[in-house]
């Protein structure tokens, strides 16, 4: 599956899951630090729906912001 919107081109981001140790300044401690990370993704949410383009029905992943706006046509 494409991870795309077919109308805006909306995609899926990338991040980083972080983890801190360490007991808080104001809590007496010497501040959090990070310990470790790692890689993670931001999926859109899209979902699947008949269109019609050019005239023609196409079954396409759009995302919830462009259905809301309605900026599609349904088959």
């Known amino acids: 599956m494409l991870r795309k919107c077919g109308l805006c081109g909306k995609g899926e981001l990338t991040g980083k899951t972080v983890v801190r140790k360490g007991l808080a300044k104001s809590q007496g401690g010497t ?3 990070i310990s ?12 699947k729906m008949r269109l019609l383009i050019n005239g023609h029905p196409r079954k396409m992943y759009i995302c919830t912001k462009c259905i809301k706006k309605g900026l599609f046509q349904k088959a």
């Not at 470790?36 to 979902?47: A, D, H, I």
């Open 36 to 47: 470790r990370w790692s890689k993670r993704r931001f999926l859109p949410n899209l979902q």
């Open 31 to 33: 501040g959090s630090k």
